[in-house]
């Protein structure tokens, strides 16, 4: 249920009305607004009925139910777009659009500094690169782990770029953090929710992608519990789905920016690497992106896909992300919009 305060109410009522739904054993999540406020009633949904008595307090104007079952990630509590500050000027959500380039796996200093130059010199405004990384199979390269998130400290000590680094392990969430600017999940782990809530206190913005059989509303049930958990900086990730199809190795579904964009104020990025799995194809799914409201882009980029450890097939050479940089500009504009650094 939401209230709605009048608009003119005082401090004096919002605080009672809070108290009141504290006292009825729900958690209070207070939307201040320009003009009126609006508190977000959060707990079992079965009690609802009770929460009605609260339109005879004073200073209430009416109590309605949320009729979605995601309640913070809803555009009902928000109406304005969420702005997600990465880093120091990195923000997701805003009028430009944010590029994370970088390698699928960390591999050595040189591999992460070298990479982390070029795409900065190319306009990245941030760096990815996993040092978990979640492999369908236990003999493959699984990630050099703390060792990597020390590589990736030293290439945001060499060029500034805040850095994006997944954590699969809800045991592992505080060394993670200590590390990442941003802290992805991965689609295999979009509904592991013991991680999901130990992000509530990470202290640092989430990148959720989405499963790879996952619709938009499990999705963004997935985000309300990090949300829920006490984080408010979720950034929602369309990583390309499982369809029939075996030309892409996953099918890029862009269509649930829109989808996701009519539903949440949160900022929603797409991966065409993820998305398309060939390099070939990165391009014109990152330009597609844009032009279908991506508030970002995360894509991987490599010194030598050849020799890569994990998803060179898909990953960009520099000197093709920086000509793929300067050709995202008329686009982004035409959306109203910049892109990149
Ligand atoms: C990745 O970003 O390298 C990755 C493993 O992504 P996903 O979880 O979308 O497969
Ligand atoms: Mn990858």
Redesign the pocket.
């Known amino acids: 249920m939401i209230v709605v305060m009048k608009a003119g109410a005082s401090k004096a009522e919002l605080d009672s009305v809070i108290k009141e739904i504290e006292n009825k054993g729900y958690r209070a999540h207070l939307m201040e607004g320009v003009e009126r406020n609006v508190i977000g009633c959060l707990g079992d949904e079965r009690g609802k009925a009770a929460l009605q008595t609260l339109e005879t307090l004073d200073g209430v104007e009416k109590v309605m139910p949320i009729l979605s079952p995601y309640k913070l990630a809803a555009k009902q509590l928000q109406t304005e777009p969420s702005q997600v500050k990465v880093g120091e000027n990195c923000v997701f959500g805003g009028k430009n659009i944010p590029m994370i380039a970088g390698p ?1 796996s960390v591999e050595s200093e040189k591999q992460i500094v070298e990479t982390a130059i070029a795409v900065k010199k190319a306009g990245a405004n941030a760096l ?1 690169g ?1 040092a978990f ?2 492999r369908s199979s236990t003999y493959s390269f699984q990630g050099m782990g703390e060792e990597g998130l020390k590589y990736l400290a030293k290439a945001r000590e060499e060029t500034g770029l805040p850095i994006v680094t ?1 954590v699969m392990d809800q045991h592992m969430v505080g060394l993670v953090a200590e590390y990442a600017d941003l802290i ?1 999940i ?3 782990n979009m509904q592991n929710f013991a991680l999901l809530k130990a992000l509530g206190t990470a202290g640092k913005p989430i990148l959720l ?1 989405r499963g790879m059989s996952a619709t938009a509303e499990e999705l963004l049930m997935s985000s309300e519990y990090i949300l829920a958990a006490g984080n408010p900086d979720v950034i929602l ?1 369309e ?1 390309g789905i499982r369809t029939f199809e075996t030309a892409t190795r996953n099918t890029l579904d862009l269509n649930i920016v829109p989808v996701l964009k009519s539903r949440t104020h949160l900022p929603v990025v797409v ?1 065409p690497s ?1 998305g398309t799995g060939v390099w070939n194809y990165v391009g014109p799914m990152t330009k597609a992106g844009i032009a279908a409201g991506a508030d970002g882009i ?1 894509l ?1 980029v490599h010194p030598n896909p050849a020799e890569a450890e ?2 060179g097939a898909q990953s960009l050479k520099p000197k093709v992300f920086e000509e793929l940089m300067s050709e995202l500009a008329p686009i982004a504009q035409a959306m109203g919009r910049t892109v990149g650094a």
Do not use: F, M
């Open positions: 699928c990815r996993g990384k979640p997944e992805q991965g689609a295999r992608k990730c990583r991966d993820h995360i991987e994990s998803d």
